[in-house]
């Protein structure tokens, strides 16, 4: 896994250096490491948080060498929408309108097959599913073939950490911010200097970030889903 802390440092990705202390980047790559989501152990309760998914898995004589937040969840910790792990889903595809940026349509569904990795329009999933072994649902998209969401409001003051994840090719790129950004701006990374074409919003008061690495592991709030990769 390649894995880029932009903290006071310089980017470079396709050639291109730019240098932003405001974004943390973790890339994986697909063909050479296995993604996966987390939401119960083997008695049903959730995880919520990343050292109690590591201690399950190194019972398991595994250990958790990356994990982001997966998406947005109900208070009992289950997923808003789409969950699919390991091929089997666990929770449904949902279309239906409300309020919270989950509904802020287009939102998304980031998924993993033996194609690679994807971030489509959540209309689209049902034509895909066949073959998908990972899926989250969340919302809002940031990036839709290029285009940045039309609700975002590039001056808007509404400033948060955010979290969210992007595909290249066979590449998950997955960014937590490092201060408050608002949307446009987290899209306009994603677009401008990361050059995704397609970016998924993963949340935002509750983004975490897990990385033996970057010997950091984050505690805001207990999580629903978590994306991870674990060895071996």
């Not at 490491?33 to 595994?62: I, T």
């Not at 935002?204 to 033996?212: E, I």
Request: a positive charge; proline letters at 6%.
């Amino acid at each position: 896994m390649r894995r880029l802390l932009l903290l006071l440092g310089a980017l470079l990705f396709a050639g291109f250096a730019a240098a932003d202390p405001r974004f943390t980047v973790v890339k994986v790559d697909l063909r050479t490491e296995r993604l996966e989501l987390f939401l119960r152990d083997d008695a049903g309760v959730p995880f919520k948080r990343f050292d109690r998914l590591d201690a399950w898995l190194k019972e398991r004589h595994r250990q958790l060498g990356f994990a982001v937040n997966a998406g947005m969840y109900h208070e009992d910790f289950s997923p808003v929408g789409l969950l699919v792990r390991n091929g089997r889903e666990e929770a449904p595809l949902n279309l239906a309108d409300g309020a919270g940026n989950f509904f802020l349509k287009p939102n998304g569904v980031f998924l993993v097959s033996d194609k690679g990795p994807r971030v489509v329009e959540s209309s689209e999933y049902p034509a895909l599913a066949q073959g998908v072994r990972l899926a989250t649902q969340s919302g809002p998209l940031l990036l839709r073939r290029g285009v940045v969401h039309p609700a975002f409001i590039p001056h808007s003051d509404s400033r948060k950490i955010r979290n969210g994840v992007g595909v290249i090719g066979h590449t998950a790129i997955f960014v937590i911010s490092e201060t408050p950004v608002n949307f446009y701006e987290f899209a306009l990374y994603f677009r401008d200097v990361l050059h995704c074409r397609d970016a998924l919003y993963l949340d935002g008061t509750v983004s975490a970030l897990h990385s033996t690495a970057l010997h950091r592991s984050d505690f805001v709030r207990e999580l629903g889903p978590i994306l991870g990769v674990a060895s071996p």
